[in-house]
């Protein structure tokens, strides 16, 4: 076997694509041959203040110009590859099927499922979180998951093949201060992944769990510096990781390289687990 990632041939549907992890995972399958569905809540054409209800994150990256679903997918076509955005709300099943289906029509049947949507904006201590928010984050980190995964499937099945990479945390792994509905999530998505790793092995579908650490996206540049700078310093390598890191990661996963791989938690973290001193 080559030592290359090949997806060619291969549709991809990520979800939360419009910036940070999801869109360097859409542009990595991407370089690597597959097509590619960009799914998100925030797509460009269709901004309006009605998307602020999502909470302050998605308020801010439309104020600030942070949404690039319509644009990522331009940067794929200018590839070669087809693609195709989608304004999706992975906790509206019936939105989630429709997304689905129009990728199943405009680029094909979806081999490489993503599940990247997710929010991380409820940071209270346990006394003092939201039930409602509690819901909202139940719904669409651990629900949307499911969602997007029976979705996709019978797609897989009917052809023998497929590739499922579900984004937990380390808040799921060893738990988050001031982050109980968040990492209550992401630590239902692991057993998420080795349930339908079990499921899926008699029908050629792998899942497995990505595990990042500290990661340098947008919404790690919004936040506190000195918080960041001590939250940095608690990883072994002493910085923060790229979006690339974990796309890199995503990119073996779902390729061939992978295919005796299945049911795992890979931390791509900086050894942020380890006992750092």
């Known amino acids: 076997m080559a030592l290359e990632i090949d997806l ?12 940070g992890l999801g869109r360097a995972d859409a542009l990595t399958l991407a370089r690597a041959g597959a097509d590619v569905a960009v799914a998100d809540l925030l797509v460009e054409s269709q901004l309006s203040e009605e998307t602020d209800r999502y909470g302050p994150l998605a308020t801010a990256a439309r104020t600030q110009g942070m949404v690039h679903t319509e644009e990522t997918v331009d940067e794929i076509r200018a590839m070669g590859r087809r693609a195709l955005a989608v304004r999706c709300d992975v906790t509206e099943r019936a939105e989630v099927d429709a997304a689905f289906a129009r990728a199943a029509e405009e680029l094909g049947p979806v081999d490489i499922l993503v599940n990247n949507a997710g929010m991380l904006d409820h940071a209270r201590q346990f006394h003092e979180q939201s039930p409602e928010l509690w819901e909202r984050d139940l719904r ?5 998951a499911f969602n997007c995964a029976q979705a996709a499937w019978p797609q897989m099945k009917e ?8 984004m937990s945390s380390v808040a799921g792994t060893l738990g988050g ?13 692991v057993g998420l992944t080795k349930t ?3 499921e899926g092995g008699r029908h050629g579908i792998t899942c497995n769990a990505i595990v990042p650490g500290v990661i340098g996206t947008e919404a790690f540049q919004m936040a506190n510096p000195a918080m960041n700078e001590r939250i940095v310093n608690r990883t072994v390598l002493r910085r923060a990781g790229d979006p690339q890191d974990i796309a890199n990661a995503i990119a073996f996963l779902c390729s061939d390289l992978a295919s005796y791989i299945t049911g795992i938690e890979l931390n791509v973290s900086g050894g942020v687990e380890l006992f750092v001193f």
């Not at 052809?159 to 579900?166: E, K, L, P, Q």
Request: avoid cysteine; charged fraction near 10%.
């Open 159 to 166: 052809r023998g093949w497929g590739r499922i990479v579900n």
């Open 177 to 189: 201060f001031g982050q109980a509905s968040y990492s209550t999530t992401k630590s239902g998505l």
């Open 8 to 19: 060619s041939g291969r549709v991809a549907f990520v979800t939360g694509g419009s910036r």
């Open 140 to 144: 669409v980190n651990l629900t949307g």
């Open 196 to 198: 339908l790793a079990l």
